[in-house]
């Protein structure tokens, strides 16, 4: 399994200031994304990091709110910007391989609390 | 499109007993079939996967599931639950050829001794 790590683990912001995500993995992935986990919900797909070309995002998240860079396949950043209270989530990173193991394994998220 | 639907929200269970936590899917091809598990404060874990062939799936920690294609369920058992079993519990689906993958709601599971 893929060992992914995240920093930071979690932080308390202000509104209307950014906050940005790393995530790193210890091998070389295909296929990154980011989730959102709101309070007490499921995971809502914000985007698909696409290394050496820009994100493809959901519906209902744009790249001005969420700003995503892959500069190569270990490494990834999520940028939340202008933060309101309602951007208080989980934010996790996911790794998907293919060639036979077509399953994803998740970082163990940041937890962002905006006042 | 795909859909997860995980028909409990909540399912309190006391210790040793056994349990089943239920998840059906709609999609019009082909698709794998997963189970997270989620411990308070913490990413989620693969318990278990459904590619292909044989419809009963093991886990780790004592869970298997077993794919119904005829009524597009996956539901997940396990005979015995222990206090540690304590989590949220989400089901997954994915259509065989693209990258996206969908979760249920979730269902958080209680075990009480």
């Known amino acids: 399994s893929a060992v992914i790590s995240q920093k930071p683990s979690r932080d308390i912001c202000q509104r209307g200031t950014s906050l940005t995500i790393q995530c790193q993995v210890d091998?070389?992935?295909?296929?990154m994304f980011w989730y959102r986990q709101q309070p007490g919900q499921s995971l809502t797909l914000i985007a698909t990091?696409?290394?050496?070309?820009?994100?493809?995002?959901e519906s209902g998240f744009v790249i001005d709110k969420f700003p995503i860079s892959r500069p190569n396949l270990t490494f990834s950043t999520l940028t939340v910007s202008n933060m309101s209270p309602e951007d208080s989530s989980i934010y996790l990173c996911?790794?998907?391989?293919?060639?036979?193991?077509?399953?994803?394994?998740f970082g163990p998220g940041t937890r962002l609390l905006v006042l | 499109a795909q859909s997860v639907t995980q028909l409990d929200s909540q399912v309190p269970v006391f210790e040793e007993a056994p349990v089943e936590l239920r998840c059906n899917y709609s999609?019009?091809?082909?698709?794998?079939l997963f189970w997270y598990v989620q411990y308070p404060n913490q990413g989620l874990q693969l318990l278990l996967k459904?590619?292909?062939?044989?419809?009963l799936v093991k886990g780790i920690n004592g869970f298997e599931a077993e794919f119904n294609k005829s009524q597009t369920s996956f539901h997940l058992r396990k005979p015995s639950v222990h206090i540690s079993d304590t989590a949220e519990y989400f089901c997954?689906?994915?259509?065989?050829?693209?990258?996206?993958?969908?979760f249920g709601a979730g269902t958080r599971l209680f075990v009480k001794a």
């Open positions: 996911s790794v998907e391989y293919r060639q036979g193991r077509q399953t994803q394994y």
């Open positions: 459904y590619l292909s062939g044989s419809t």
């Open positions: 990091a696409n290394q050496g070309s820009e994100a493809t995002y």
């Open positions: 997954a689906v994915s259509d065989t050829g693209g990258f996206k993958t969908i």
């Open positions: 091998s070389q992935v295909t296929m």
């Open positions: 999609s019009s091809v082909s698709v794998y």
